[in-house]
């Protein structure tokens, strides 16, 4: 069995900003030369995640609108009195850190509407990091 693993360094805009890392992750699928396995999608950090959704504009507006729905910024929560960013953590908690995909032959199995995105949920810009590790033969 072998482990690979890459790392991906981005800047975001703030509050849900959502990044396509889908190329990423096949290119380095492709370039990590296992057959069969999986790999894993991994956010270090408190307030991102990682989703699977289409990369259809009127859909991640609808995703926007429903996180902001689910857990609203303006609710008083008790981390704010620390920092101001109680709904990034929540969120965060909501959609998760990672995610895994199965390698078949050598490619990412993911469904034709299955984008892989980061969202940066943080109420500020940041400079973030993605860890990949395909595991597998």
């Known amino acids: 069995m072998r482990v690979v693993r890459k790392e991906l360094h981005f800047s975001t805009k703030g509050e849900i900003d959502l990044v396509d890392i889908t190329h990423e992750v096949e290119k380095f699928v492709a370039e990590s030369e296992i057959a069969n396995g999986q790999v894993l999608i991994f956010v270090p950090g408190a307030t991102g995640a990682i989703i699977a959704i289409e990369h259809e504009e009127g859909l991640l507006e609808d995703f926007k609108r429903w996180l902001k729905e689910v857990i609203p910024k303006e609710r008083p929560y008790l981390h704010n009195r620390f920092d101001d960013n109680a709904h990034s953590h929540l969120r965060a908690t909501l959609l998760g850190p990672s995610l895994v995909f199965p390698i078949i032959d050598g ?21 973030r990091r993605v860890i990949l590790q395909a595991i597998g033969e």
């Open 107 to 127: 490619e990412l199995m993911r469904g034709t509407w299955q984008q892989i995105f980061f969202v940066e949920l943080d109420t500020r810009p940041r400079r």
